[in-house]
């Protein structure tokens, strides 16, 4: 039994049929002959001196020795994946794929990005909206742009205006409830997908930031931060919205912010991207482009009284 590994086409077909528990299916996978993948699997058992799978009535499965090799060989092949990938990327200098909150995507980042595409035509930009956490060295992601805490150990995180939250409606709501006590009487919407900031950026919040104690008891409760926004703008209700999500809708008079005052969280966006990879070319330009977006409605925060939620202690 050799101490060198065999070769790499073997392994391969090793991983694919202890992954489908299959040959026919690993060879369809692998586009080979079941019979050239049995040679393989049967030439990597002669390089390691014993069977990897037990050969039943019309199924497999592996032996101790094949269960000990194939999560390795599986890891192997995903780093191997991922390595080319990032290799790939490296050289490329013409695309670029960000991935970010589908509310962010839908409310700030779609309605600016025709913006982005004229002044870098040499850009191919792709999009992923999802909040699934990614690994930008695994997956086929250049940039990630994220809300929260941080956390973002081993990647280059810059982090973006603090993000405050204040009541928008549209105007003929806000006629008839003018002031911060008759909103005990208004239809309020809320934003579920900001319950994880601690202390909590929330209605509670907001009403002790205008001196009143006041816990709203029922409402319309949204998943998804562009929902619960786009149902303030048809009118539904009144929510507490997060600057980033309201602020083109506050700039084209869909909604209004009557009460000037607002809480800031701790909770930021972050531009995310691998160490170093914020050097390449069209990193580099989108998040110069995406900061310099950001400071073209920075003014907005000079209108509101702005509060940090820690300085509001819940009675």
């Not at 839908?106 to 956490?133: G, M, V």
């Not at 549209?170 to 579920?192: C, G, K, N, V, Y």
């Not at 000037?260 to 990879?277: D, M």
Request: proline letters at 7%; charged letters at 25%.
């Amino acid at each position: 039994m050799s101490d060198y590994l065999p070769p790499l086409t073997a392994l391969r077909a090793f991983d694919a049929a202890a992954r489908h528990m299959s040959f026919a299916k690993a060879a369809d996978e692998l586009h080979v002959t079941p019979a050239a993948l049995s040679f393989q699997i049967k030439s990597l058992e002669q390089h390691l001196g014993r069977p990897l799978f037990h050969r039943l009535n019309r199924a497999v499965d592996l032996t101790e020795a094949g269960r000990i090799l194939a999560p390795g060989a599986a890891e192997g092949f995903a780093a191997l994946q991922a390595a080319w990938q990032a290799a790939r990327r490296q050289g490329n200098d013409t695309s670029l794929t960000v991935t970010a909150g589908p509310a962010l995507t839908a409310k700030w980042l779609a309605p600016r990005l025709y913006d982005f595409a004229r002044a870098h035509p040499e850009i191919d930009l792709k999009f992923s909206a999802t909040l699934r956490n990614m690994d930008l060295e695994r997956d086929d992601v250049d940039v990630a742009i994220r809300f929260g805490y941080g956390g973002d150990e081993g990647l280059y995180s810059l982090p973006v205006r603090k993000e405050w939250l204040t009541p928008v409606m549209t105007p003929e709501l806000a006629e008839q409830f003018p002031t911060p006590d008759s909103l005990r009487e208004a239809p309020l919407i809320f934003d579920d997908s900001i319950a994880f900031l601690q202390p909590p950026s929330d209605w509670p919040a907001w009403f002790r930031a205008v001196g009143m104690d006041f816990t709203p008891s029922h409402g319309a409760h949204f998943s998804n931060a562009d929902h619960a926004i786009d149902a303030a703008v048809a009118g539904v209700g009144a929510v507490l919205g997060r600057r980033a999500m309201i602020i083109k809708d506050l700039a084209e008079g869909r909604l209004v912010a009557p009460f000037k005052v607002a809480i800031e969280t701790r909770g930021r966006f972050r531009f995310l991207c691998l160490p170093g990879a914020e050097k390449r070319p069209q990193i580099a330009a989108f998040r110069d482009w995406f900061m310099a977006e950001i400071e073209k409605t920075a003014h907005l925060s000079d209108e509101f009284e702005i509060i940090p939620v820690e300085d509001l202690s819940a009675p």
